[in-house]
C-alpha cells in the first residue's frame, strides 16, 4: 500500500512564503515526482516535478517563485513556495510524474494566500 502525505500548506499573506512536505511510504527512488495543485472549478495542473536524477520543471506561473527539492534517502519532497500569490491559493498534492489511474493519492495541503 502506497500512503502519501503531505503538509505545511497555511494561510499567508500575499508576498509570504512556505514550505510544503511529502512523505511518500513507497519510495521515490524510482521515479519522477512532483507536485500537482487544483484550485475550485479548475482542473488539476503540474506545477513542478523533480526526475530520480535531480533534473526540475517548474510550471511558468511559478518560476523564480518556487523550488522542488527530493532527498530519496527520507523519501520526501519538498515545494519551497516564495512572493505567494493569490491566484497561488490551492490544495496541493504530491505524486508520480505522470499520474495514471489507479495511482494513491493523499489528502493535499492547503494553501490560502489572502490578505
Known amino acids: 500500500q502506497v500512503q502519501i502525505v503531505e503538509s505545511g500548506g497555511a494561510l499567508v499573506q500575499p508576498g509570504g512564503s512556505l514550505r510544503l512536505y511529502c512523505l511518500v511510504s513507497g519510495g521515490i527512488d524510482t521515479t519522477r515526482m512532483g507536485w500537482y495543485r487544483q484550485a475550485p472549478g479548475r482542473q488539476r495542473e503540474l506545477v513542478a516535478s523533480?526526475?530520480?536524477?535531480?533534473?526540475?520543471y517548474h510550471a511558468e506561473s511559478v518560476q523564480g517563485r518556487f523550488a522542488i527539492a527530493r532527498d530519496a534517502a527520507k523519501n520526501t519532497v519538498h515545494l519551497q513556495m516564495s512572493r505567494l500569490k493569490p491566484e497561488d491559493t490551492a490544495t496541493y498534492f504530491c505524486?508520480?510524474?505522470?499520474?495514471?489511474?489507479?495511482?494513491?493519492w493523499g489528502q493535499g495541503t492547503q494553501v490560502t494566500v489572502s490578505a
Open positions: 505524486n508520480k510524474v505522470p499520474v495514471y489511474n489507479g495511482d494513491y
Open positions: 523533480m526526475t530520480t536524477i535531480g533534473a526540475a
